[in-house]
């Protein structure tokens, strides 16, 4: 419970501090990162006691459990909390490196830290909206760093877009509250069997767009190349690392544990979905020339084949998705930090990116698409591991296309990047690899974290 | 009474639609605005008792609910709050592109876009 505490007052108390100061001072941006260390120690310490099963929970204030708000940490939110810590750490770094272009740049990322814990740490639907909010507000002033004229266009469709989501999600809660009188999660799946089926699905339709927005999902996907190609390579980095973070987890976490009746309904719509956001993903990024512009387009991509996990369901696919979608968030920060950056080891980390993403043997991406494939089989559809195995093609086109540009045509232009930035992105290459050879932890949390969600479905 | 709520709720839904697909980007922070409004009510309308207010010592008779109005509170501000920054993206976008239609704001990302693509296809001829 302290653990669980530090974790959200250590960022928030430092974010508040470190707003008001300037950020361009290279001091307030180590202390920034200072303190995203720190969280992410007391996250360590909280899946310490978390990731042996037992899940941390306490109401705040004291107050008996259908009163006060529920916090709580279990192995797929302590997970989802920690990876999103690591990448902002990284792109936190990454910044500072550069030097910081803006006096609220290293406050913001730190209140996006608190946002992000304190949403994958709830237990309850309406904080979770509002730690949700918190992040969002943070990452819509974080899309306008830089202050040149595209990031402001991409702050103002990702502002106005995301804040339409918002709203719809208010509605569904409104709703869920409605039909079951309560807003603590447990509570929620409990009693959301016995709910009117047409209710229900109003519901979980609902949150299926919240969340189809935030992550960029194919229908809902308009506004995310922009902002991806808008904002600057750290700002992109904390965008499709730590905040579409956001969609996968609540896709899960509303999808599978609250509402598991309903996407079990709609398994062949998320299934749909997610195979056309992984076919359109694919081709328009095969079709671009832009490295910002292709991974903006591949995270398109990227998502469609968490949603095609959670689509099939059960313990396996569920398991697939969590694990997808992790590696998804490392692969994107590592490529999105490299993108800005010149010299020798950016190349092995390119190829690395793309080994990963295309799911090739040492990376860690492959055990995502080995997982995503035995998905397919425990599903017995042959389409369905088609499908896998184009969109692994098209990945693949699209990677090393990309490799073969800016790198195997001479020297990239601009000068080479100062030695610690390029080791910046060597460091998240050799998790990558270093989790693709040594892959039992991060299996074994996936599946753990799989397991707490079918809990919620059986209860 | 719920059905008087909902409606008001789907009328500032529909209107706040509406503004959002505007070419003025005021138009469009105050359809955001009225679709959170929208959302706000269906909150309240969500936990609709009439009764006492709740406070300690209880009655016997029935109490309203408080956590709807809390609720409501709650994202009140956070809309507030939002539209604000909303607001300043909006008035540092027609600082730097002259405009507050969003017409111009893509027009001049498409013509980004179109000059990118010249490169590129230059970048092509030079290659092979």
Same mark, same amino acid.
């Given at each position: 419970m302290t653990a669980l505490a530090l974790a959200l007052v250590i960022p928030w108390m430092a974010g508040i501090v470190l707003v008001a100061?300037?950020?361009?001072r290279r001091l307030v941006g180590w202390l920034a990162i200072a303190a995203l260390g720190l969280h992410l120690g007391a996250l360590v310490a909280l899946a310490i006691d978390v990731v042996p099963g037992r899940a941390v929970r306490f109401v705040t204030g004291g107050w008996p459990a259908d009163v006060g708000i529920v916090m709580r940490a279990d192995t797929l939110g302590i997970a989802f909390a920690m990876i999103s810590a690591v990448m902002l750490l990284a792109a936190a770094v990454q910044a500072v490196l550069e030097g910081?272009?803006?006096?609220t740049f290293p406050g913001l990322v730190l209140l996006l830290a608190t946002g992000l814990s304190g949403l994958f740490l709830t237990g309850d639907v309406f904080n979770f909206y509002v730690f949700f909010e918190i992040a969002m507000t943070a990452a819509y002033v974080l899309?306008?760093?830089?202050?040149g004229r595209r990031e402001l266009g991409a702050a103002l469709v990702f502002a106005a877009v995301n804040l339409l989501g918002s709203s719809v999600f208010l509605l569904a809660i409104a709703g869920v509250y409605r039909v079951t009188?309560? $807003?603590a999660m447990e509570t929620i799946s409990l009693r959301m069997a016995s709910v009117e089926p047409n209710a229900a699905i109003l519901i979980a339709v609902g949150f299926f767009i919240a969340f189809g927005v935030k992550l960029g $999902?194919? *229908?809902?996907?308009?506004? $995310?190349p922009t902002v991806y190609t808008g904002a600057r390579p750290a700002a992109a980095a904390i965008l499709s690392g730590a905040l579409a973070n956001i969609g996968a987890y609540g896709l899960l976490r509303?999808? +599978?544990? $609250?509402?598991p009746n309903e996407s079990a309904l709609g398994a062949t719509t998320l299934i749909l979905i997610g195979g056309a956001s992984i076919v359109y993903g694919g081709v328009l990024a095969v079709s671009r020339r832009d490295v910002a512009e292709t991974l903006a387009y591949s995270s398109i991509g990227q998502v469609g084949y968490v949603l095609l996990a959670l689509g099939v369901g059960g313990p396996v696919g569920l398991a697939a998705a969590v694990l997808y979608a992790l590696v998804n968030s490392l692969n994107k920060t590592m490529l999105f930090l490299a993108v800005g950056v010149r010299g020798g080891l950016i190349g092995a980390v390119f190829a690395v990116g793309a080994l990963s993403v295309a799911g090739? *043997? *040492? +990376?860690v991406g492959f055990l995502g698409k080995l997982a995503l494939v035995h998905t397919a089989i425990v599903a017995r559809s042959p389409a369905l591991v088609v499908l896998l195995v184009a969109g692994s093609a098209l990945s693949f086109v699209y990677m090393f296309q990309i490799y073969q540009h800016e790198f195997w045509r001479g020297p990239r232009p601009g000068h080479r990047s100062p030695w610690p930035l390029q080791v910046l992105p060597a460091i998240l290459a050799l998790l990558v690899l270093t989790a693709g050879l040594w892959p039992e932890p991060l299996l074994a949390v996936s599946r753990d974290a799989a397991a707490v969600l079918s809990r919620g479905g059986q209860r | 009474m719920n059905f008087v709520f909902a409606l008001t709720a789907a009328v500032l839904f529909g209107a706040g639609a509406y503004l959002l697909l505007k070419h003025d980007l005021v138009r469009v922070v105050v359809g955001v605005s009225l679709i959170s409004q929208s959302a706000i009510l269906a909150l309240i309308a969500s936990g609709l008792t009439r009764g006492q207010?709740?406070?300690?010592?209880?009655?016997?008779a029935p109490i309203s609910d408080p956590i709807v109005q809390s609720l409501a509170l709650t994202a009140l501000v956070i809309g507030l709050a939002v539209t604000a920054l909303l607001l300043v993206v909006v008035d540092r976008v027609s600082h730097a592109f002259?405009?507050?239609t969003q017409d111009d704001v893509a027009a001049s990302e498409a013509a980004r876009d179109a000059a990118l693509e010249r490169a590129g296809a230059g970048a092509e001829v030079l290659g092979e």
């Open positions: 100061l300037d950020g361009r910081v272009g803006e006096r899309t306008t760093y830089g202050g009188g309560t $807003l $999902l194919f *229908p809902f996907h308009f506004w $995310l509303f999808g +599978a544990e $609250l509402l090739m *043997p *040492p +990376a | 207010a709740p406070i300690y010592p209880l009655r016997d002259h405009t507050i």
